[in-house]
T-cell receptor, first 116, second 113 residues
Framework: DAGVIQSPRHEVTEMGQEVTLRCKPISGHNSLFWYRQTMMRGLELLIYFNNNVPIDDSGMPEDRFSAKMPNASFSTLKIQPSEPRDSAVYFC??????????????FGQGTRLTVV | AQSVSQHNHHVILSEAASLELGCNYSYGGTVNLFWYVQYPGQHLQLLLKYFSGDPLVKGIKGFEAEFIKSKFSFNLRKPSVQWSDTAEYFCAVKTGGSYIPTFGRGTSLIVHP
């Protein structure tokens, strides 16, 4: 199994530009999470999808952030327009819903975003 | 909402020293507990997990953790650390039938050879 695949691994962009982060969960996993990691705030949940449906997006910072999951094998996190304070490592994680709550989340390698 | 506290933000040890990292959570019901490790520049990997049964859980790389329900704690231990254990360690909790893990702020461990 290839694990959770995220792209790009690194992204440097100018303030005001649109940024799109991509995630391919592990095949068969129907829970998907987007987390943001910063030195100041640690690991924060941004949004949680269950069977492609957003269940909890209370962690999405503001309207500049949006996430989609058009099918079971692909999700995107978009920031438009980007700001320097969005600089962070963004992790995607998935887990198999079929096992209920008794399962861990499997993390991707993360995307390190730098907004200058 | 539940919260997870990791009291040690930075720990520095010499090789062969014993390790104990604290983790406390604030939820009185059923919990699922996890410890993850993040090596420099890498993603989070599961070290061990507790769902039910024996409160002493053995994980990979010689790590273990003990669930003490009365103390709302799930401390991570290793009898003898190695330089390769240098990493960030995260405690996480799932509560009340939730599918969403909540993470602590993490503990940075540096092991000197």
């Amino acid at each position: 199994d290839a694990g959770v695949i995220q792209s790009p691994r690194h992204e440097v962009t100018e303030m005001g530009q649109e940024v799109t982060l991509r995630c391919k969960p592990i095949s068969g996993h129907n829970s998907l999470f987007w987390y943001r990691q910063t030195m100041m705030r640690g690991l924060e949940l941004l949004i949680y999808f269950n069977n492609n449906v957003p269940i909890d997006d209370s962690g999405m910072p503001e309207d500049r952030f949006s996430a989609k999951m058009p099918n079971a094998s692909f999700s995107t996190l978009k920031i438009q327009p980007s700001e320097p304070r969005d600089s962070a490592v963004y992790f995607c994680a998935s887990s198999p819903l079929s096992q209920g709550v008794n399962t861990e989340a499997f993390f991707g390698q993360g995307t390190r975003l730098t907004v200058v | 909402a539940q919260s997870v506290s990791q009291h040690n933000h930075h720990v520095i040890l010499s090789e062969a020293a014993s390790l104990e990292l604290g983790c406390n959570y604030s939820y009185g019901g059923t919990v699922n507990l996890f410890w993850y490790v993040q090596y420099p520049g890498q993603h989070l990997q599961l070290l061990l997990k507790y769902f039910s049964g024996d409160p002493l859980v053995k994980g990979i790389k010689g790590f273990e953790a003990e669930f003490i329900k009365s103390k709302f704690s799930f401390n991570l231990r290793k009898p003898s650390v190695q330089w390769s254990d240098t990493a960030e360690y995260f405690c996480a909790v799932k509560t009340g039938g939730s599918y969403i893990p909540t993470f602590g702020r993490g503990t940075s461990l540096i092991v000197h050879p």
